[in-house]
């Protein structure tokens, strides 16, 4: 089934035409699906890392523990609420505000499905659309980022204000190499309007055709929403919570609720650009025209969504935390250069196929020769560095000194046969040995 493309104009005279009574009720319903939604994730997050750890999870709150997230819901707002004495007060009231409220509002351009009969009146499954949708979702994105700096700041502690430090390293680092990974869709779909991204996917998926894009979308959204392995903001054994360590009662719950909306948003944005949106998976909808009609949408929207909240979650329950200067070398060494190498690619390709012409075929060899370049490049500098390390030679070891563990690149190493000894002002003492 061909879904026709919408024009700029008929965006307009598609969108903004509601009563104001389906616009209330749109908003109403966005917002109760993001929250449900949120109780819903918490406690599949619980259920499916318990099941890889072997353990039970939550199962004694309603049916197999599905009121689980409501009960800590209550619990969070029933707790006492506590301010620092060294912190901003205004400040830190509003932090967990600016980061919550963006996460709302970037579903307000996100697609759920066609155009449906809604009481009545003919109106797309969509809040609004406009020319430049997914640079709107990228900039509300972006304010979030100050309600995690501005609350690691006005605590009043040092950890919480490395943690938001940390965040907003972070966020700012992959939010480059995310816009980077999208550029190649906006050149395919010739829009950055999302309900025309979905209606340029009627045939392939994005997914498929722009897989280097999608995987480097799928990293960046990881480190983006501070989450595991990439959740070093948030590293207990060094910064205790990150920053919201001084945060209790409802204002915790706020950042906690942004958390998880912020996973829905990007999930959402990567089905939208890369999967085809509200379209039907697999293209059964040659089996049955109507999989892209009606309310059916809405099923395969979800289904999609879900599988990559279960992506972040199967990543959180499988892989060790990063250290802090391999993320970022990753972002930023790796990620944006390979995503600039990709567009160039993208572009020269696009350009001889609409205009001097180019069989698929071709197509095809030369996405498959620049992936085969970006994986041997990928190899490369390790190789490099592992020659480097082992023709470095051993710097010579003093006796009695302090063991030390050996310097990457040639540093000094300590000698392997040396005895493990301890220096004392009077005497040295092998290890394994007492003194009377």
Request: charged share 15%; no cysteine; aromatic share 14%.
């Amino acid at each position: 089934m061909t879904v026709p493309s919408i024009t700029p104009l008929a965006l307009e005279d598609v969108f903004g035409q509601d009563p104001w009574w389906i616009i209330l009720i749109k908003t109403v319903m966005i917002f109760v699906i993001l929250v449900l939604l949120t109780l819903f994730n918490i406690w599949w997050e619980r259920r499916v890392v318990a099941r890889m750890q072997h353990r039970i999870g939550p199962n004694v709150h309603g049916p197999f523990g599905l009121l689980q997230s409501l009960a800590d819901g209550v619990k969070l707002a029933l707790k006492e609420d506590i301010i620092p004495k060294a912190a901003d007060k205004a400040v830190f009231l509003l932090a967990p505000v600016l980061a919550t409220v963006p996460a709302f509002v970037t579903f307000s351009v996100i697609p759920f499905g066609p155009e449906v009969n809604f009481f009545g009146t003919r109106t797309p499954l969509q809040l609004t659309d406009m020319p430049v949708a997914v640079l709107f979702v990228m900039a509300i994105a972006s304010i979030g980022i100050y309600g995690i700096v501005l609350g690691g700041w006005a605590s009043g502690s040092t950890y919480a204000l490395l943690g938001g430090l940390r965040s907003s390293a972070q966020m700012i680092s992959y939010e480059v190499g995310m816009g980077l990974a999208l550029v190649a869709v906006f050149l395919y779909a010739g829009s950055l309007s999302t309900s025309e991204i979905v209606a340029a996917q009627d045939k392939f998926w994005f997914g498929l055709i722009l897989f280097p894009s999608f995987v480097i979308y799928v990293i960046s959204m990881v480190g983006e929403t501070n989450r595991a392995p990439f959740d070093l903001p948030e590293a207990e054994g060094e910064l205790v919570g990150g920053f919201h360590t001084e945060y209790s009662s409802l204002k915790f719950a706020l950042f906690f609720l942004a958390e998880y909306i912020n996973m829905a948003t990007v999930a959402a944005l990567a089905t939208t650009l890369f999967l085809g949106g509200w379209h039907a998976p697999f293209w059964i909808d040659h089996l049955y025209s109507g999989f892209n009609e009606g309310y059916w949408p809405v099923l395969w929207f979800f289904g999609k969504l879900l599988s990559f909240i279960f992506l972040f979650i199967w990543l959180r329950g499988t892989l060790p935390r990063l250290r802090y200067d391999q993320f970022m070398a990753l972002g930023w060494k790796w990620l944006i250069p390979g995503a600039l190498v990709w567009i160039l690619a993208v572009a020269t390709i696009r350009a001889i196929s609409l205009h001097g012409g180019i069989d698929r075929e071709y197509l095809l060899i030369a996405i498959g020769i620049v992936l085969v370049l970006l994986i041997a490049l990928s190899f490369w500098p390790a190789r490099a560095d592992e020659d480097e390390e082992a023709e470095a030679p051993a710097a010579p070891s003093r006796p009695g000194s302090f063991p030390t563990p050996p310097m990457p690149a040639g540093g000094a190493v300590r000698g392997a046969a040396e005895p493990l000894t301890f220096r004392s002002p009077t005497t040295t003492v092998p290890a394994g040995t007492t003194e009377d």
